[in-house]
């Protein structure tokens, strides 16, 4: 199943973002905590290079959370300020913080010359992860358009959360060439891609594959399956009888369930699962001739 989606607003929407970046203090990144490598831009990292960035976790409720605390711990590593975050929760103002902290210096550059800076923060990210939610709940109503669908925000947006705070929304950016088609196949699970342009059973079958390889019960429980060794189409017609997704003559519902399957996991119904590990660290040189040293001193 070969994956490659770029529309061509897309490459429109990255001409904006670099026109803007100019105007901006901070950079709000949202990728989504049940996939925080396949969920990111790399090109993001480059279009943003020398402006303050957080990362924030969304969609952290529907993720593990020893996972998610793993990540952030991976993030900051890297030297990258990361947190979990639920957009569409009730803490969600919690973002203002993070924001504050990394404008601080720029806030007090300006203050030192008697001005009262009103700080620009951009949200980016992949489509679907929960930008202008984030924006609409900081915001207090409904002003960014949102949609369980990728492409619904079209167009840059400033909006004034604060007479000291704008928050520019930006359309979801993904990347022109998909050459890690895991990742592809990720961003598909939760929406980021449009399903019209994938293999939906094929693509049905490898996110059930993944959450009962990732230890999943609650999936495991929820789609009734009752062999958990099951792979390939095997595993999808399990679910269609687990489930009762039966036409007439016993004969599987593959479409019925395939889009039950897909929409089950993007709502969280799946239970508190990561699909993806942060790479184990290197050892610095240091770290490791202190341990050939230590294993010289104490022979077995």
């Known amino acids: 199943m070969e994956i490659n989606w770029y529309p061509g607003h897309m490459a429109k929407a990255k001409r904006l973002l670099s026109d803007q970046l100019s105007r901006v203090d901070v950079v709000v990144e949202l990728c989504d905590a049940r996939l925080p490598l396949s969920s990111r831009n790399p090109d993001l990292e480059k279009l943003t290079r020398g402006k303050k960035r957080i990362l924030l976790l969304n969609k952290a409720d529907l993720a593990d959370a020893n996972a998610t605390a793993a990540w952030v711990r991976a993030f900051k590593a890297e030297g990258l300020d990361a947190a979990p975050f639920n957009a569409s929760g009730s803490r969600a103002k919690e973002a203002l913080t993070l924001i504050d902290r990394a404008a ?40 960014a358009r949102t949609g369980n669908k990728p492409g619904v925000t079209r167009a840059n947006q400033w909006v004034n959360i604060t ?74 017609e399990n679910v269609c009888r687990g489930r009762g997704f039966l036409m007439r003559g016993g004969v599987c519902d593959i479409d019925r369930c395939c889009g039950v399957v897909l929409e089950e996991f993007r709502a969280g119904k799946c239970g508190k699962v990561t699909l993806e590990r942060p790479p184990r660290r290197e050892k610095p040189q240091s770290e490791t001739a202190a341990e050939v040293q230590g294993d010289g001193a104490h022979p077995a």
């Open 104 to 143: 601080k210096e720029a806030v007090e550059r300006a203050a030192i010359k008697g001005v009262h800076k009103v700080v620009r923060a951009m949200v980016v990210g992949v489509p679907n992860v929960g930008k202008s939610t984030l924006i609409n709940k900081l915001y207090g109503s409904g002003i």
């Open 163 to 236: 007479p000291y705070l704008q928050l520019m929304d930006s359309p979801g950016l993904m990347w022109p060439k998909l050459d890690d088609q895991v990742a592809a196949r990720r961003l598909c699970y939760i929406g980021s891609i449009k399903d019209d342009v994938v293999d939906v059973p094929m693509l049905t079958i490898c996110l059930l594959e993944d959450l009962l390889e990732a230890g999943s019960t609650a999936a495991a429980e929820r789609f009734r399956i009752s062999d958990t060794s099951l792979r390939g189409e095997a595993l999808l």
